[in-house]
C-alpha cells in the first residue's frame, strides 16, 4: 500500500495546535528517560548496507531541508497527523501536512507499532516544540510519502513501552515485543559490546584462539546433572556438557597455549530461581600460567571490557582465602561492600552455664559466632521474628538476638544469665552502642559461620528497605576467593566407620595446592587445591583452577578418593600421559555478570530468549510432547504418567 500526498509539499504545520505537539512530547520524553541513546557514529553506521537513508536516531538540525528515507515503528500517534517513529537507534517525530491530506487519512487508520517507510523532508520544530531531552529533538520530518510495510495487529499483548508494567512470563511469552523495549535493546547491546571487547582483548592483544568445542558429548563423573541426548544407538546416549573443562584441557595438550569460547552450557539442575538450563560461560585455558597469571588476564579483560559509564576499576582486586571469607563473611561469596563482619566470641562463653553455648563448645569443632548491627533505624520486633523464622529454616537453634538499650541494659532471652564480666567482653570486643543489635549463633564451626553470613546478607536486604545505604550501591567490590578446600564432605553422602565420602569442591581436575600436596595420600580432607573464584558485590562471576596434569595423580584423585569410574576419562587420562604442559583456567559466568552490570532483576532480562524459572520456554511451549511414534527410532519408550 503506497500513498504519496503532494498537499505536504506545500506543509501547514505551523497550524497544529501546540497541545497536540506537546501532549505527543510528553509521550516520547517517558520513553526517553529510560533509554541509553547510541552514539551518533553508531547509527549512521547502521545505515550501511540498507533501504533507509538515515536511522531514527540520527537527524539533527544540520540535516534541515535533505531529504530523508526513514523505516521504522509507529511508536506513539497524535490525531492523524503527528506520530514518533521509533527504531533500534532512537525516535523522530513526524508530522503530515494537515489534517485534510491524504497522508493523514493513512495515519488515521495506521495502528501503533506497525511498520512503516516515511520519506520526506527534515524541517526545524517549533521552539516550543524543541525536546532537548530527545536526540532528535531540534528536528521533525515533513512525511511526503508513507507506506504502510507491515500492519500491526489490533490489540498486541502489551504495548512495548519501558513504563508498561507487564508481568515477567506475558514479556516472555511475547519475547520478540519485549526486545522492542528500549531497556532490553540496551541489555543485549551491552552484552554485545562488552563480548566484542574480551574478544579483541583476548584475540589481538593477547594471542587467544577461539575454539567451538561440541555440545554433543558424554556423560562426565561428578558435577551436576546433565541433559541426555537419546540417539539411534541402542542404550546409548549423549550428554550435553556442563562445561568445555575436558575439551579446553585437551587443548592444551595439543599445544594450541591459549584458547577462549563463549561456551554455550548446560546442567539440568531442576527448578532454580534466577537459573538457566543453559547458559553462556566466557571460557578460558592456558598453558604454563600460575594463579597470579590468570588473575592479572581477567583483571585485565574486565578492565578492558569495562562500560565507560561505570565508576574506574581499582586493580588488582584483593585477594582473600577461603578460611578468611568463611570466618569474617560467613561465605565463600563475601559481600565486601558492607561491614558486619561475623566476631568469633567464643571465649568469652566457655563454662557460661548456658546450655546452648555450652553444648556447642563442648565439641573441639563447636564456635560460638556473633555479628554487630548498627541500624541507623528501627529494627521492629516483628523485624527480629522474621528473622528468627529466616536463621530457623538453616538451624534448629536459630539465633538469639540482644538489643542494646544503652550500657546496662540489654533487651535479650538470655541476659539475664549472662555474667557482668561477659557483657563486658562483648561489649568490647563488638564496641556495643546503645542501639546495636547483637546476633549470636552457636553450634559447628562452618554451619554456624554460614549461618550468621546469611543472615548478615538478610539484614542488610531489611536495612536497605527501610532507606539505609548499606551497601554503598556504587561501589563494585571485586574479591579473588582462593585456598578452596580441594574436597568436600560429599552431600547426602555416606559417613562409615570414620571415613566421610567426598566430592570435588570445584571439579575433579582442580590441582593440590603445592604446599599440601603429600597429604593427598593420607588426609585428602585437609588438602587446600588451585580453586579461585572472583566474587563481585557478593556473587560469585567466576570460578577456575590450575588444573592437574599429571596423569596418575588425577586417576589416584577420580579412582581413590572420588570413588569414580575413570575409565570414562580415559580419554583424558591417556592425553595426560601424551606430554601435558602445566596449565589452568577459569569460566566467567557472563549472564550473571552482564546481569549485575546492568542492574537486573534477573539473568533472564540480559538473555534474548530465556526459559522460565522451571525451565521451559514460554514463547514456543519447549520442552513440548513427543508420541512413541516420533522417537521409535531412538530405543526409548514413553512412560504414562501415573494419575
Ligand atoms: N569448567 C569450570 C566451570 O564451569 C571452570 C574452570 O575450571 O575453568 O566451573
Given at each position: 500500500m503506497r500513498h504519496v500526498c503532494s498537499l505536504c509539499k506545500v506543509a501547514c504545520l505551523r497550524t497544529l495546535p501546540t497541545f497536540y505537539r506537546l501532549s505527543l512530547r510528553n509521550a516520547v520524553s517517558r520513553t526517553l528517560k529510560l533509554q541509553q541513546p547510541l552514539?551518533?557514529?553508531?547509527?549512521?553506521?547502521?545505515?550501511?548496507?540498507?533501504?533507509?537513508?538515515?536511522?531514527?536516531?540520527?537527524?539533527?538540525?544540520?540535516?534541515?531541508?535533505?531529504?530523508?528515507?526513514?523505516?521504522?515503528?509507529?511508536?506513539?500517534?497524535?490525531?492523524?497527523?503527528?506520530?514518533?517513529?521509533?527504531?533500534?537507534?532512537?525516535?523522530?517525530?513526524?508530522?503530515?501536512?494537515?489534517?485534510?491530506?491524504?497522508?493523514?487519512?493513512?495515519?488515521?487508520?495506521?495502528?501503533?507499532?506497525?511498520?512503516?517507510?516515511?520519506?520526506?523532508?527534515?524541517?526545524?520544530?517549533?521552539?516550543?516544540?524543541?525536546?532537548?531531552?530527545?536526540?532528535?529533538?531540534?528536528?521533525?520530518?515533513?512525511?511526503?510519502?508513507?507506506?504502510?510495510?507491515?500492519?500491526?495487529?489490533?490489540?498486541?499483548?502489551?504495548?512495548?513501552?519501558?513504563?508498561?508494567?507487564?508481568?515477567?512470563?506475558?514479556?516472555?511469552?511475547?519475547?520478540?515485543?519485549?526486545?522492542?523495549?528500549?531497556?532490553?535493546?540496551?541489555?543485549?547491546?551491552?552484552?554485545?559490546?562488552?563480548?566484542?571487547?574480551?574478544?579483541?582483548?583476548?584475540?589481538?592483544?593477547?594471542?587467544?584462539?577461539?575454539?567451538?568445542?561440541?555440545?554433543?558429548?558424554?556423560?562426565?563423573?561428578?558435577?551436576?546433572?546433565?541433559?541426555?541426548?537419546?540417539?539411534?544407538?541402542?542404550?546409548?546416549?549423549?550428554?550435553?556438557?556442563?562445561?568445555?573443562?575436558?575439551?579446553?584441557?585437551?587443548?592444551?595438550?595439543?599445544?594450541?597455549?591459549?584458547?577462549?569460547?563463549?561456551?554455550?552450557?548446560?546442567?539440568?539442575?531442576?527448578?532454580?530461581?534466577?537459573?538457566?538450563?543453559?547458559?553462556?560461560?566466557?571460557?578460558?585455558?592456558?598453558?604454563?600460567?600460575?594463579?597470579?597469571?590468570?588473575?592479572?588476564?581477567?583483571?585485565?579483560?574486565?578492565?578492558?571490557?569495562?562500560?565507560?559509564?561505570?565508576?574506574?576499576?581499582?586493580?588488582?582486586?584483593?585477594?582473600?582465602?577461603?578460611?578468611?571469607?568463611?570466618?569474617?563473611?560467613?561465605?565463600?561469596?563475601?559481600?565486601?561492600?558492607?561491614?558486619m563482619k561475623l566476631h568469633d566470641v567464643s571465649d568469652i562463653f566457655i563454662n557460661s552455664g548456658l546450655s546452648i553455648f555450652d553444648d556447642a563448645l563442648k565439641s573441639t569443632e563447636g564456635t560460638v559466632q556473633a555479628i554487630a548491627i548498627r541500624p541507623h533505624t528501627h529494627i521492629t520486633n516483628r523485624d527480629l521474628e522474621n528473622l528468627q523464622k529466616l536463621a530457623k529454616t538453616r538451624s534448629e537453634h536459630g539465633v538469639i538476638f540482644i538489643q542494646v538499650k544503652d550500657e546496662t541494659t540489654w533487651r535479650s532471652p538470655i541476659s539475664k544469665y549472662l555474667k557482668d564480666d561477659m557483657k563486658n567482653r562483648l561489649g568490647d570486643l563488638l564496641h556495643m552502642k546503645p542501639g546495636d543489635v547483637i546476633l549470636l549463633a552457636a553450634g559447628k564451626y562452618l554451619s554456624t559461620c554460614l549461618l550468621l553470613g546469611h543472615m548478615r546478607i538478610a539484614v542488610a536486604d531489611l536495612l536497605e528497605t527501610k532507606g539505609v545505604n548499606v551497601r554503598k550501591t556504587r561501589s563494585n567490590a571485586f574479591v579473588w576467593v582462593e585456598d578452596f578446600p580441594l574436597f568436600l564432605p560429599k552431600e547426602n553422602g555416606k559417613c562409615e566407620s570414620q571415613t566421610v565420602e567426598l566430592e570435588s569442591a570445584h571439579h575433579p581436575f582442580t590441582a593440590p595446592h603445592p604446599e599440601d600436596a603429600e597429604f593427598i595420600y593420607t588426609k585428602p580432607d585437609k588438602v587446600r587445591s588451585l580453586h579461585y573464584d572472583l566474587v563481585y558485590n557478593g556473587a560469585e562471576i567466576a570460578g577456575g583452577s590450575i588444573r592437574i596434569h599429571d596423569a596418575k595423580l588425577q586417576k589416584y584423585v577420580l579412582d581413590e578418593i572420588l570413588k569414580e569410574d575413570s575409565s570414562s576419562l580415559y580419554h583424558l587420562l591417556e592425553a595426560l600421559e601424551s606430554g601435558a604442559p602445566t596449565h589452568g583456567g577459569i569460566a566467567i559466568g557472563f549472564d550473571r555478570y552482564i546481569s549485575m552490570l546492568r542492574g537486573t532483576q534477573s539473568i533472564r532480562d540480559v538473555i534474548a530468549f530465556p526459559k522460565s524459572w522451571e525451565g521451559n520456554d514460554l514463547m514456543s511451549g519447549a520442552p513440548t510432547k513427543l508420541t512413541n511414534e516420533d522417537i521409535k527410532d531412538y530405543h526409548i519408550e514413553i512412560q504414562k504418567k501415573k494419575s
Open positions: 552514539t551518533r557514529n553508531t547509527s549512521q553506521a547502521c545505515n550501511s548496507f540498507c533501504q533507509r537513508s538515515h536511522t531514527c536516531g540520527e537527524l539533527r538540525a544540520s540535516h534541515i531541508g535533505e531529504p530523508v528515507t526513514l523505516y521504522g515503528w509507529v511508536q506513539y500517534k497524535r490525531f492523524d497527523f503527528m506520530l514518533t517513529l521509533k527504531d533500534a537507534y532512537g525516535i523522530t517525530q513526524i508530522v503530515a501536512a494537515n489534517t485534510q491530506n491524504c497522508i493523514s487519512s493513512v495515519l488515521s487508520k495506521i495502528r501503533s507499532e506497525s511498520v512503516i517507510k516515511i520519506t520526506g523532508k527534515v524541517q526545524p520544530r517549533q521552539n516550543e516544540q524543541i525536546n532537548k531531552e530527545m536526540l532528535t529533538g531540534e528536528i521533525e520530518v515533513l512525511a511526503e510519502d508513507i507506506e504502510l510495510i507491515s500492519e500491526c495487529k489490533d490489540k498486541l499483548p502489551f504495548q512495548p513501552k519501558d513504563h508498561a508494567k507487564v508481568k515477567e512470563s506475558l514479556r516472555m511469552q511475547y519475547r520478540y515485543l519485549d526486545i522492542r523495549t528500549s531497556k532490553m535493546q540496551e541489555n543485549l547491546r551491552l552484552r554485545s559490546r562488552i563480548a566484542m571487547k574480551m574478544r579483541e582483548f583476548l584475540c589481538n592483544h593477547h594471542g587467544f584462539v577461539e575454539v567451538e568445542t561440541p555440545t554433543m558429548f558424554k556423560q562426565t563423573p561428578g558435577g551436576s546433572q546433565e541433559f541426555v541426548i537419546p540417539t539411534r544407538h541402542p542404550e546409548r546416549f549423549y550428554c550435553l556438557p556442563q562445561s568445555p573443562q575436558q575439551f579446553k584441557q585437551l587443548l592444551m595438550v595439543g599445544g594450541l597455549d591459549r584458547y577462549f569460547q563463549f561456551a554455550r552450557c548446560y546442567r539440568d539442575e531442576g527448578t532454580k530461581p534466577d537459573r538457566q538450563p543453559e547458559f553462556t560461560q566466557v571460557d578460558l585455558e592456558m598453558s604454563f600460567v600460575n594463579r597470579e597469571n590468570i588473575y592479572s588476564l581477567v583483571e585485565g579483560m574486565i578492565e578492558y571490557s569495562w562500560p565507560s559509564n561505570k565508576t574506574n576499576l581499582t586493580l588488582p582486586f584483593p585477594k582473600m582465602t577461603y578460611a578468611d571469607a568463611i570466618a569474617k563473611y560467613g561465605t565463600d561469596k563475601p559481600d565486601t561492600r558492607f561491614d
